[in-house]
């Protein structure tokens, strides 16, 4: 099993540009999530998915979008970069239970908006 | 609503003595507790878990943490440090039919030799 995979691992982006960071995952898990982690902020929850075709927002959905049409992929796309999402991102699934059950994630990508 | 609070944003400690990161939680219903891991430049790992069964939890690597209800706290501890225990450390909160977890600022733990 590769476990939760992301790509790319590192990016760099001019102020207004998109990209779409992609999640995938081989171990069947219902759920599945997008975190931003920032110095000193440990860990925030961006969206997060449910099960194949339901998305929902966590604490700082803003300027992101998330859609889930498999059970293993769960991209994030950014529609028009900003240095406030200069950030290292997570992925991350888990089983039925979500947030209550053990989470695996991913190694990240390192996201700089210039 | 739920929230945790993690007391230190720096432990250092030296290699062979004792280990304690700690940890404040608020929850309106019974939560499950977490402690993940980073290494530098690594994804999240879990150590270990509390979900209302024995409230001393053990974990990976040494670790353990025990749940406090009256404290409401679920502190990390370790009994004697290696050099391979630095990294960030994070207490986690979630509750049961929430697909929400909210993540603590986390420990940084510097291990000296």
């Known amino acids: 099993n590769a476990g939760v995979t992301q790509t790319p691992k590192f990016q760099v982006l001019k102020t207004g540009q998109s990209m779409t960071l992609q999640c995938a995952q081989d171990m069947n898990h219902e759920y599945m999530s997008w975190y931003r982690q920032d110095p000193g902020m440990g860990l925030r929850l961006i969206h997060y998915?449910?099960?194949?075709?339901?998305?929902d927002q966590g604490e700082v959905p803003n300027g992101y979008n998330v859609s889930r049409s498999t059970t293993e992929d769960f991209p994030l796309r950014l529609l028009s970069a900003a240095p406030s999402q200069t950030s290292v991102y997570f992925c991350?699934?888990?089983?039925?239970?979500?947030?209550?059950?053990?989470?695996?994630f991913g190694p990240g990508t390192r996201l700089t908006v210039l | 609503a739920q929230s945790v609070t993690q007391l230190d944003s720096h432990v250092s400690v030296s290699e062979g003595t004792p280990v304690l990161l700690r940890c404040n939680y608020s929850s309106s219903y019974s939560p499950s507790l977490f402690w993940y891991v980073q290494h530098p430049n690594k994804g999240l790992q879990l150590l270990l878990k509390y979900t209302s069964a024995a409230t001393l939890v053990k974990g990976i690597n040494g670790f353990e943490a025990e749940f406090k209800k009256s404290e409401t706290s679920f502190h990390l501890t370790k009994p004697s440090a290696h050099m391979s225990d630095a990294a960030e450390y994070f207490c986690v909160v979630s509750v049961e039919g929430s697909f929400k977890t909210i993540f603590g600022a986390g420990t940084r733990l510097f291990v000296k030799a």
């Open positions: 998915s449910v099960g194949a075709g339901i998305t």
């Open positions: 991350a699934s888990s089983g039925y239970r979500g947030g209550t059950d053990t989470q695996y």
